[in-house]
Nanobody, 124 residues
């Protein structure tokens, strides 16, 4: 059963950093396009960063571009999201999930098989 497990969230001040981890269970990352999305109260789900299975190409939402970096360690079967220069508007529950292939129009827009999520709170 495909089951990502997210971790690494927490509470930080504006300008701080966090690194989220997504451990893959039931599948191997080097065959899976995967990414992160977030859900904040009262807001729509937002796909924020994804990485392709084929060549490691990445995509970022404009809201996080230049601040967040997605990476994949196939040996550890884990995907990371390094988040720097965090802002209060980054506060949300962050999920890791599988996404369609990069040549699909739903790449980083539609997700399946996400985990329980990890809470990120940015406040002073």
């Amino acid at each position: 059963q495909v089951h990502p497990v997210e971790s690494g969230g927490g509470a930080v001040q504006p300008g701080g950093s966090l690194r989220l981890s997504c451990a893959a269970s039931g599948f191997t990352l080097d065959h899976a396009p995967i990414g992160w999305f977030r859900q904040a109260p009262g807001k729509e789900r937002e796909g924020i960063s994804c990485i392709s299975a084929s060549d490691g190409a990445t995509l970022y939402a404009n809201s996080v571009k230049g601040r967040f970096t997605i990476s994949r360690d196939n040996a550890k079967n884990t995907v990371y999201l390094q988040m720097n220069s965090l802002k209060p508007e980054d506060t949300a529950v962050y999920y890791c999930g599988l996404t369609p292939a990069i040549d699909d129009s739903d790449f980083c827009k539609r997700f399946v098989s996400w985990g329980q999520g990890t809470q990120v709170t940015v406040s002073s």
